[in-house]
């Protein structure tokens, strides 16, 4: 189920799946998904082992079709409605994961638009995921997440290394423009992000680890 407004799973809904997975991270944890959409990852990780899992979004579509689409699949998973880590401000997990919205576009996204639509620089919903999850981490706990390269896959890096994790590009993928994409390539090619003609962008799965001491304190 995916009503208007929420984001189709896509290329990057199945790159963050497999990077999951070789990452041998789910089994037995704590999840939670941020930006679910249609809950596709949160569902992921449940048949993959988790012990608990919750899945976010701030569109009440998006927790509509979560909340629908595990009860079909007969998926025990908690789905809630707000801001990012808002829902879940007292808690840690041991696995966070995240397919925000990340396209390049102007500078207030609106309607169905803000499923994919990240600001002029793709990094609206990025920057606060990489600032703010590191305190949603258990020791030991991981982040993935997945996003465009040009987003600023560097970006990424520098500002999870300077919340104390340690971050690496886990996965790499080249995948053909979808509709949104093709409809801003000329946007993109004026402003020098992409070469003429160049219709396929390379996604990127972002992996941090909260490594800790024998104290408990974060260790960078």
């Known amino acids: ?3 208007p407004g929420v984001y189709t799973p896509q290329g990057d809904t199945s790159l963050l799946n497999e990077t999951v997975g070789r990452a041998a991270v789910v089994n037995g944890a704590r999840v939670l998904d941020v930006c679910t959409g249609t809950g596709a990852v949160a569902m992921a990780a449940a048949r993959g082992g988790a012990a608990h899992v919750t899945a976010i979004d701030i569109s009440s579509r998006a ?4 909340r629908v ?3 079909v699949r007969g998926v025990r998973m908690r789905v809630l409605q707000g801001d990012l880590f808002m829902p879940v401000a007292n808690e840690v997990f041991d696995v966070i994961v995240a397919n925000p919205p990340y396209v390049i576009g102007g500078t207030d996204p609106r309607g169905r638009a803000r499923a994919w639509d ?10 606060r995921i990489c600032a703010e999850a590191p305190r949603y981490l ?12 040009f987003s600023g896959a560097g970006a990424s890096l520098k500002a999870l290394r300077r919340a104390g994790l340690r971050a690496v590009v886990a996965a790499r993928r080249a995948e053909p423009f979808g509709p ?9 090619e004026q402003r020098k992000i992409i070469r003429p003609g160049q ?3 390379e996604l990127v799965v972002i ?8 104290d408990g304190a974060l260790a960078g």
């Open 1 to 3: 189920m995916r009503p």
């Open 63 to 66: 927790v509509l079709a979560a």
């Open 69 to 71: 689409n595990a009860r």
């Open 118 to 127: 990240a600001g002029p620089q793709g990094r609206m919903i990025l920057d």
């Open 138 to 149: 258990a020791p030991g706990g991981t982040l993935l997440i997945v996003h465009s390269a």
């Open 180 to 188: 949104v994409m093709r409809s801003r390539a000329a946007l993109l």
């Open 199 to 201: 219709r396929f962008e």
């Open 207 to 214: 992996r941090a680890d909260r490594i800790a001491t024998r």
